[in-house]
């Protein structure tokens, strides 16, 4: 073999790629294979499901039972079996998350641990703004391809085991997204433990169930055309029940007088006629009657005739990820931003203040990626906290900045999950003052990886924040260059940046600390 032919890389694998997800839900633990082709396509191969007793447990007593954890395992150790036969070894390829089942469990970790020293899995405990996340991506298609749903506020709503998922989409935006704490086992748990009558457990149920059904009207209100796509096992169980000829891959139109016919007769049936009639598993009975209730109530509280149910689960949006790699898209990132921007509203900060300063920081990223190392989504991060950095003027203009640390950090945005929220709140709190210590609130429980970047997103955007110090907008452009040991910050058509310069000597210390780099702004000639 000659030189040349030894030093000619092999030709990448355009193989399709088979790779899996596990969910690890409050009363079940499902597992996708798919197959994802050189063009980025994903196909579903196969889909496994195991009930499991993780809701019963954790919504009962805080933590999963020694008896259960080995349940799972059990479960697990088949479903890697399953993974051989496909050849799916590479971790890479496996992705197993889990809800708020094992999320809000006491002993989280040592379920985690057990499982991996068992099966060599790794579990992820996701929180709901990542449920919600992947629930929008799922039902996007359907969004496109239906007329009716282009004018309508659509209201996708996804009852669980532990919580209630729910997005307004208007427009193709979502304008609302929260979850409930209150899912089907959640509930059921709550009503024994009080030894609620057994004649008053449907009325108390369905009283809790309107509650969750008020609040969503109240967001949505009644003005215009709403429409409700609904989604979750359950209501896949009634589709197929209803009707013989149900298409999954569709969006199924269900009428809503024969949903509710079958959630009556459900509703007044015990666990074990259900399991029964319907042969479906316990813990699919505990949940079928309180799921569709909700559906029910929601419809006949917009007073619509259909249900929409779609296929959509967590399962298919996780693989469609994995085939991307790419989460953070243009369009999420879209979403995040308007999300945000409602959030400042709320608030009643400086709009046009926030905006330019946020349009700088973004600037600010871009030119300077040579000195920050970050990955593309803490630019998000970084304009969201700048959008957000005087929230607190809210409250008060004394302390603003720690007011806002607080607001951001108890506030929902679309897409952006506890951490991080907590990393946009602290860059928002260090906008001005102090810089970060390990001993301040929230900043002390991070990785160190998280406080770096914390930090460098700190910097730039009190960088951001000194070049508006005017409040004019009158710094539409700038540009960067590392000249010696100083970066300078170049300002053409610009004749007096004295206002700006102050501002910059004050503010500028925390990128000399972070960066090693002295800061001097000068108009460009």
Not at 205 to 233: F, K, N, T
Not at 437 to 464: C, F, I, N, W
Request: charged share 25%; proline share 3%.
């Amino acid at each position: 073999m000659d030189q040349a032919t030894q030093n000619t890389p092999a030709p990448p694998d355009r193989s399709p790629q088979h790779v899996a997800v596990v969910d690890i839900g409050a009363t079940s633990i499902r597992l996708a294979i798919g197959e994802i082709d050189v063009a980025g396509g994903v196909r579903t191969l196969e889909t496994l499901s195991q009930a499991v007793s993780l809701g019963r447990d954790t919504f009962s007593d805080g933590f999963i039972r020694k008896a259960t954890i080995e349940e799972c395992v059990a479960v697990l150790k088949s479903y890697r079996l399953k993974l051989a036969e496909y050849q799916i070894s590479d971790s890479d390829h496996i992705r197993v998350v889990a809800t708020s089942a094992v999320r809000e469990a006491r002993n989280r970790l040592a379920f985690i641990d057990r499982v991996y020293v068992a099966t060599d899995l790794e579990v992820e405990p996701i929180d709901e703004a990542e449920v919600n996340r992947v629930t929008f991506l799922g039902v996007q298609r359907h969004l496109r391809r239906e007329t009716s749903l282009a004018a309508a506020r659509t209201i996708v709503i996804e009852v669980g085991g532990g919580s209630t998922e729910a997005l307004v989409v208007q427009d193709g935006n979502v304008v609302f997204a929260h979850t409930f704490r209150l899912g089907t086992l959640r509930l059921r748990r709550t009503l024994e433990n009080y030894h609620a009558p057994a004649g008053k457990v449907g009325q108390i149920m369905e009283g809790q169930i309107r509650r969750i059904v008020d609040e969503i009207c109240a967001q949505v209100g009644h003005a215009g055309p709403v429409e409700l796509i609904v989604l979750g096992s359950d209501i896949r169980f009634a589709a197929r029940h209803l009707l013989p000829n149900w298409q999954p891959e569709e969006l199924t139109h269900v009428p809503v007088d024969a949903m509710e016919q079958l959630t009556r007769e459900i509703v007044g049936q015990t666990d074990d006629r259900l399991v029964q009639r319907f042969h479906v598993s316990f813990p699919e009975a505990e949940t079928m009657g309180p799921t569709l209730l909700t559906y029910v109530l929601l419809a006949n509280a917009f007073q619509l005739r259909e249900l929409l149910v779609s296929n959509t689960n967590l399962r298919d949006g996780l693989l469609h990820e994995m085939a991307r790699h790419d989460t953070w898209t243009s369009e999420f990132r879209a979403q995040i931003l308007r999300s945000s921007m409602s959030l400042a509203r709320k608030y009643e900060v400086d709009e046009a203040h926030a905006v330019h300063v946020a349009r700088l920081s973004s600037a600010l990223f871009e030119q300077l990626r040579a000195e920050h190392k970050l990955d593309s989504h803490y630019e998000v991060l970084l304009h969201v906290a700048a959008l957000l950095h005087e929230t607190g003027a809210f409250v008060s203009s004394r302390s603003m900045h720690k007011h806002s640390l607080y607001l951001i950090r108890n506030s929902e945005i679309f897409g952006l999950g506890k951490k991080n929220l907590l990393l946009v709140a602290l860059v928002a709190r260090y906008h001005r003052r102090a810089s970060p210590q390990p001993s301040h609130d929230g900043y002390a429980t991070l990785q160190r990886d998280e406080r770096v970047a914390v930090a460098k997103m700190a910097a730039m955007l009190r960088v951001a924040v000194a070049l508006d110090e005017s409040r004019s907008q009158r710094i539409q452009c700038f540009s960067c260059s590392v000249e010696g040991s100083r970066l300078v910050i170049s300002i053409p058509q610009t004749d007096d940046v004295s206002l700006e310069q102050i501002a910059l000597k004050q503010n500028g210390s925390l990128f000399e600390e972070i960066f090693g780099l002295p800061l001097l702004l000068r108009v460009a000639r």
